[in-house]
């Protein structure tokens, strides 16, 4: 049986990351369709730098504790659950909560821990996987043989798409920003990589392309990137947001949209429904965890750090010096 209580990161207060402090909270429980996983490894994302500082607040009934993904094992089940599932090592999208001793997550959001697959390996993959493949293959309609832009190409994120894009078998273009980066980048699986620090990026693609364009941009950066990105397109391209770092509010030609036939959308994943993450678990069990199992599907690892450095991984990643993803380990 796990104890009463844990060691977990739960702020009482916003602010910079000397806010991240050990604390001891009460172990949660389980509820229908969930389990309880004791934590091997937390993932770092983008979003839990926001929600510390006050700017991303958990959706409702989500734990005020941070953390989007984990891994570990499972050391118990809700009521209507079977027994079965404890012991199996799982990883898994949560909407809050990971950076614990233990975590509950929707039996829906696990997914099998491969042989071969680290524990903070594992812990690094749910959040940018669901998030590269809802907005590249499924909102973005991303087919083989098509050229996409992806906008920080050494984050999490970016590394991830460029690791998917091409086991699917496009053309992948990236910025990034210093020539260390885009090396890194382009070491990593980008057919091209545009430093947006010395180059304008629009020409650069343009010149890429031979003129011709990308058929998708995927965009975390917002504001005025979006008219750029739309330049950046063919027609009939397709153009998804998924951040906004520079700015929630963009200028755009409609008429040139119309006439060129392109699309615009984005998505946030964070507050959507079990059902849905539950059905997006079921598709990348069928089409990318095989991928996974076999090796050919790995994230890029930055740097660990113990649960109790959690204020140091958060600077680490304030800094932008990082080229994949940072975890927390227990």
Known sequence: MPPATMICIDPDTHGGPEVLQPVSRPIPQPGAGEVLIKVAAAGLNRPDILQRRGMYPPPPGAPSIPGLEVAGEIVAVG?????????DKVCALVAGGGYAEYCVAPLGQCLP?????????????????????????????AREGETILVHGGTSGIGTMAIA?????????IVTCGSDEKCAAAKALGADHAINYAT??????????????GVELVLDMVGGDYVPRNLACLKEDGRHVTIAVQRGVTAEIN???????????????LRARPVSFKTHVTEELLAHVWPLVAEGKLRPVMDQSFPLA???DAHARMEAGAHIGKIVLTL
Do not use: H, Y
């Open 199 to 212: 180059d304008d990026f629009v020409e650069a693609v343009k010149a890429a392309t031979g003129g011709a």
């Open 164 to 172: 998917l894009c091409k086991l699917f078998g496009l053309t992948v």
């Open 309 to 311: 450095q959690a204020a």
């Open 113 to 141: 821990v491969p042989e071969g697959l680290s524990m903070a390996e594992a812990a690094a993959l749910p959040e940018t996987l669901f998030t590269v493949w809802t907005n590249v293959f499924e909102r973005g309609f």
């Open 79 to 87: 009521a209507d659950l079977s027994s079965k599932w404890i012991g």
């Open 254 to 268: 409609i008429a040139a949209l119309m006439v060129r036939r392109l699309m615009m959308t984005g998505s946030t």
